[in-house]
């Protein structure tokens, strides 16, 4: 059996994959996506981007629409989408104000450092990625919750009314989908120990009815937050896992809370952007590879060009292996922040960069390990009628998370207690040492690379944006950003274009398959890079809204995924 589980988790891996303008004259030279003049929802479905943006035309605004479009992709994006999930949230209000929500799983209490060790101390195969020990306490429905009761105008009520009748009444299997569907379905059946609803040879045009979930939803829209963390659906939660040897309590879920965090913001250039901050790596990340970066002309460079590449690449290697020495929990762990982010840190951080040659990773400290994380996340932007924009990035960590599904409830848990450094302090294979930093601890978060991010140029909303895809979010989300600021592309072309990722081990760069010329990497492998075309077929799906010249918004919905913009 295990064995079984082994192939089918590796398999699920392998396939998870400043002219800006409207005028017709431009348009017959840009590619641009959904243009609408008030407000706008990207997300991977259109179902939930279409429920999002209804509770926006009756008057709801981007925290109202967060709930509807969070719970409507736990309908119909369950590879990602969740109620037994967590996430991270963006804000910037139409006054300026900003803020971020960590809504991030947490350890249970029963959870321990060596919890996923055997007598020898050596790492049990799959214990922290498949099954009951796998799950983190869930945090989204407090993150939809917080959001919402602080910020929100409408009654959950009616936000969530239109995501039961979605539940109820079902919805359209994509080819995308049905694919991911049908690649799991043995090892859904292997893990849960019977068919599931997801089970059964899914077909793109099937539609899927998930009733239980309906039911689940119905109580938490009449008993609010508590319904998930305290009533009937915990006590269901708790005895599910605990009859498979879970050690998720009921006080687990009752000390769960979201907690609001200050933002990482900085500047590059001209442009001011919002990111979130730790336990999420993103925005520290994805500031110090700006930072790195904007000495250089990168306009001057061309996009996508070898010294482009270069650039990004050594930024991102020396960022990332910061990264995995230094970022955890900061409610457990002391975060050198203002020295990561500092001028002359990054400028000495730079020092041997040369565009002769590439910098080996093993000549590259601070870092630990090399990171894993999965590449199944979902990410939406949203914009409303009265100026508020939001940004969240929320997961079940690996498709499908631990696989288990609970039936009574209608939805998966996440297996993010992988995230955590199942064993701290011992060599990996590249014969360097696990991070302390992300070492398992109840109620303790675990490090992520979700990188919800918002842009600002000349104090006005510029963009939202983010994506999924596991180590690569960070640098999907720097290389948009980059291509509409440095590279004056719309933002549907700016997610569109092709991308690639570096992040220190292994040392190679990420290409997307067949999207760069073999002349190039033929340049890129005489300056010592290594390239690796075969590891990931996609490279982030990001999901992004732009704020044109002429105040009307601009979306981009990755081609790469079934995601679309829906507004008005």
């Known amino acids: 059996m295990r064995k079984l589980l082994i ?6 891996i392998a396939f998870s994959c400043n002219k800006r303008n409207t005028s017709t004259q431009e348009s017959q030279t840009h590619e641009y996506g959904l243009i609408t003049e008030k407000a706008m929802v990207v997300s991977a479905r259109k179902e939930a981007s279409k429920i999002g943006s209804y509770i926006l035309e009756k008057g709801g605004n981007v925290f109202d629409a967060m709930m509807a479009t969070e719970m409507a992709l736990a309908v119909c994006y369950p590879s990602a989408g969740n109620l037994g999930g967590g996430g991270f949230m963006v804000y910037r209000m139409s006054n300026g104000d900003v803020g971020a929500l960590d809504y991030r799983e947490k350890a249970p209490l029963a959870a ?114 508590d319904e998930f963390y305290k009533g009937e659906t915990a006590k269901i939660l708790v005895e599910y896992l605990s009859e498979r040897g879970g050690i998720i309590t009921l006080e687990d879920l009752a000390n769960y809370e979201a907690i609001w965090r200050e933002p990482i913001t900085f500047k590059y250039k001209d442009i001011n952007i919002i990111s979130m901050s730790p336990p999420s790596s993103g925005g520290i990340c994805l500031a110090q590879i700006m930072k790195m970066i904007e000495p250089y002309e990168l306009k001057e460079f061309g996009h996508n060009s070898l010294k482009t590449i270069q650039l990004l690449s050594e930024a991102e290697r020396r960022a990332y292996a910061d990264r995995n020495y230094f970022l955890g929990d900061p409610d457990f762990v002391q975060i050198p922040t203002d020295t990561l982010l500092s001028d002359t840190y990054l400028y000495n951080r730079m020092r041997d960069f040369s565009f002769e040659k590439a910098t080996p990773s093993s000549e590259v400290f601070h870092g630990n390990i090399e990171f894993v994380e999965s590449d199944e996340t979902t990410h939406y932007s949203i914009v409303d009628q009265f100026g508020n924009a939001i940004s969240v990035t929320t997961t079940l960590n690996n498709t499908f998370g631990s696989q288990l599904f609970c039936s009574e409830l209608g939805f ?157």
């Open 412 to 568: 998966f848990l996440n297996n993010e207690m992988d995230d955590f450094s199942s064993k701290a302090g011992a060599p990996n294979m590249y014969g360097l040492t696990g991070a302390e930093a992300n070492s398992i601890e109840p109620e303790k978060r675990m490090l992520s690379s979700m990188t919800p991010t918002i842009v600002e140029k000349n104090g006005k909303l510029l963009m939202t944006l983010g994506t999924p895809g596991g180590s690569t979010i960070i640098t999907s989300v720097l290389q948009t950003i980059l291509n509409v600021e440095e590279f004056e592309m719309t933002m549907q072309e700016a997610v569109s274009a092709p991308r690639f990722h570096h992040q220190w081990l292994p040392d190679y760069i990420r290409m997307e398959p067949n999207k760069f010329s073999k002349a190039l990497i033929r340049q890129l492998e005489a300056k010592g890079y290594t390239i690796n075309e075969e590891r990931s077929p996609v490279i982030g799906i990001v999901d992004g809204i732009l704020v044109t010249d002429d105040g009307k918004l601009e979306g981009g919905a990755d081609w790469r995924g079934d995601d679309t913009a829906i507004g008005f």
């Open 112 to 225: 321990s450092k060596n919890m996923y060790l055997d007598s020898l101390e050596n790492v049990i195969p799959l214990k922290s990625i498949l099954g009951e020990l796998a799950v983190g306490v869930p945090g989204t429905v407090a993150g939809v919750f917080e959001a919402q009761q602080k910020f929100g105008k409408l009654s959950v009520s009616e936000i969530l009314e239109p995501v039961i009748e979605l539940a109820n009444k079902g919805y359209k299997v994509t080819e995308k989908q049905a694919e991911r569907f049908n690649l799991h379905d043995s090892i859904f059946r292997a893990v849960n120990g019977k068919e599931i609803l997801y089970s059964k040879n899914k077909k793109a045009g099937d539609t899927i009815k998930n009733i239980q979930l309906a039911k689940t939803l119905q109580r938490i829209a009449l008993n609010g937050k």
């Open 7 to 12: 192939i089918f988790f590796f398999i699920s």
